[in-house]
């Protein structure tokens, strides 16, 4: 682990590591964003892609091609096709939650209009098509249209989870595989494939990329519910605000009393939310465990996560990628 | 001409024509709308598909392979993509429009909501992307990509273009192509292309999906000032009441005297519309032949259309893709 100096935290590496590569897939994000004839695409673009974003996905795609010994240059144009894909759903996600703030800032839907934002979107994801089409490799486009499907399922299967409290595990689990572990793993995956790495090299980056998705969301989830607006860019308590049924909600009625449970039903089935009701909804998960609970299962898939890197070559970044595992559950504290 | 009975229209002639592989076409695209996990979204596309609409997009597809000699399987697929391309926008383009019809029927954001409508677009977007990838051919990819970022651009160009009187005949024809043409265009050639024909045949397929696009959505225009809502499935003056500014609004307010200019500033630009605005309108149309000019520039990419065709092999269907051009025109009369 020679690449960690003390208290650096793992994407700080990475994005030390990679910044000559990162460097290159953000011309080709600036030079693919524009249009010659619809001027409002880089407008809306621009306020997103410049907001920053950790650009963990592009990042994973690079640190997999390196780790695989990959001489380039395609590489650099699937980090941006991942980005690309990450930054066309969260236009549209912020169309379908009707949210407000995003990294920090006004949403593109606020600051123009949701049109824009569906039809930026719409171009966004043609343009990661249009990238990744020049690789010219098959299994990765067949890899990239997978996960696309994935993703846009995983949303529409959140939209009809959400509001209600039948909502179990093992639905939350395939909100979450679509919503973001896909793009991780594929992120991941192609990085591989692009690099001509053996199926059982490209299988393992998959897995690692779809638990450290996994152990990402959940975390992501349970932030929602502790962390600080300032902190994660994004307001505290938005998921409860749109009745989403995420794991530390799904744990907490799970152990509700029956006064509890008539609670959950109060804010979450019928959206009728007063004042003090989140902090009731924290205070809930309390007392039952759920938040630890949930954590310690974000905890169980950074394990896995790290687990599967045992079949990646090694490499300076592999252990970097280990650490990510544990760093995104981490945050959490 | 064998194949076309007297007074048989040339669409009917390939439905007929091409049955069975329309037939297949259908089977596809029903088992590729469906969806493990998510129930909302088969229920949304089986609203749209099964109102039908005409099936245009990919009967050219077929018609372009049997005419290059394609002896399939693949040709199917991307008759399916073809179709799925052109349903996403419409699920899209009726967010953005905010409209409420529909080939005749109510349309899904009226029916269950935008979110559904948005991110169902992008489930069948994405299940096009898989679709095309099984060809395993990738300049059919690279050209389905191109258009599909064509496609974007051109709606978010109409965006910006809606609302101001400035957008000139040069602008409308990229929003033409890009709404319209694009797919037209790519889903003509793709057809040569799955068939192994050579580059002079692909292009002029190109070249007459291109010209067809844009005298369909040029009359297609026309008819919204003057059709009947029963006749082409969508509410007349749909585009009047959205301030899109078309082909015979263009004409019109080139030729308008300062009183009508400001007419036209007042109900495209400001949005102030009121009873009998409609009507006036279609009459300053008339009075300054504002229709008749548009429909012969209809005429003119039919007749390019046609001529586009004398590079592709004879073949009965050949001549059914000549009479189309002149039919998509003649639909205004």
Redesign the interface.
């Known amino acids: 682990m020679g690449v960690i100096a003390a208290g650096q935290q793992p994407q700080d590496v990475l994005a030390q590591e990679l910044a000559a590569e990162m460097a290159a897939v953000n011309v080709l994000i600036r030079e693919r964003m524009a249009?010659r004839?619809?001027?409002?695409?880089p407008e809306v673009t621009a306020h997103l892609v410049e907001a920053g974003g950790k650009r963990l996905r592009p990042m994973l795609t690079l640190a997999a091609a390196r780790i695989c010994n990959y001489q380039g240059p395609f590489h650099v144009h699937l980090a941006a096709t991942v980005e690309f894909i990450h930054t066309a759903?969260l236009l549209?996600d912020d169309?379908?939650d009707e949210s407000a703030q995003r990294r920090g800032r006004p949403t593109a839907n606020l600051l123009w209009d949701?049109?824009?934002s569906?039809?930026?979107g719409?171009?966004l994801?043609?343009?990661s098509?249009?990238l990744m089409?020049e690789t010219?490799n098959?299994r990765v486009?067949?890899i990239l249209?997978?996960a696309?499907?994935t993703?846009?399922?995983?949303?529409?299967?959140q939209?009809?989870a959400a509001q209600d409290l039948a909502t179990d595990e093992a639905v939350y689990l395939?909100v979450v595989r679509g919503k973001t572990a896909a793009l991780f793993a594929a992120a991941c995956e192609v990085g591989g494939v692009i690099a001509g790495a053996a199926v059982p090299v490209t299988r393992a980056l998959h897995d690692y990329g779809d638990a450290l998705g996994i152990a990402f969301q959940i975390a992501d989830d349970l932030l929602d519910y502790g962390g600080s607006s300032a902190l994660i860019g994004k307001n505290t308590g938005d998921d409860f605000r749109e009745r989403k049924v995420t794991l530390p909600v799904i744990k907490a009625v799970a152990r509700a009393t029956p006064e509890e449970r008539a609670f959950w039903v109060r804010v979450i089935e019928k959206g009728d939310q007063r004042a003090g009701d989140l902090e009731r909804a924290v205070a809930l998960m309390g007392r039952h465990g759920a938040m630890a609970a949930a954590r310690d299962e974000a905890l169980v898939w950074a394990e896995r996560a790290r687990a599967a890197l045992t079949s990646v070559p090694a490499h300076e970044l592999r252990a970097v990628l280990a650490d990510l595992a544990d760093y995104v559950v981490a945050r959490i504290n």
Do not use: M, W
């Open positions: 249009s004839h619809a001027p409002r695409i759903t549209h169309v379908v949701n049109k824009s569906v039809l930026v719409d171009y994801f043609s343009r098509f249009q089409v010219g098959l486009l067949d249209a997978n696309s499907a993703i846009a399922e995983g949303e529409v299967l939209l009809t395939q």
